[in-house]
């Protein structure tokens, strides 16, 4: 277990929580729901990826959020309740949420990574 590989990957994720929130703070009219979803993908990707480098699950750098999180929820059952609704988009007009479906986005970013620190730290 490469404990510094573990923990660049939930900085990495803190990171793009950071960048989603930073989205969030703008004026409604300026905030970039592309932006946030995105930030919020990556930044659950990097809070699941640490959670299976820490229990020595090997990893493709291929693999999309919800494999990750199949992965983690055969290891824990409280992955379970983890539902990735609010950033799972079809289409790119999707992109443009209402402001408290983004809060729901950056929601389910906080609640993964308090998840995972429980878990790893």
């Known amino acids: 277990m490469d404990t510094n590989e573990i923990n660049t990957k ?9 960048l989603a929130q930073e989205e969030m703070n703008r004026p409604a009219e300026d905030v970039v729901p592309y932006m946030v979803c995105r930030s919020v993908r990556k930044s659950i990707t990097y809070y699941l990826s640490g959670f299976l480098l820490k229990n020595e699950v090997k990893l493709d750098d291929e693999e999309t959020v919800e494999v990750l999180l199949k992965k983690c929820q055969t290891i824990n059952h409280k992955f379970n309740n983890i ?21 729901n986005c950056i929601d389910l970013a906080t609640y ?3 998840l995972i620190r429980n878990k790893i730290l």
């Open 83 to 103: 539902d990735l609704t609010p950033i799972t988009f079809t289409k790119d007009y999707e992109y443009t949420a209402e402001i408290n479906q983004l809060e």
């Open 10 to 18: 939930i900085e990495q994720g803190d990171q793009f929580l950071e």
């Open 112 to 114: 993964t990574k308090e």
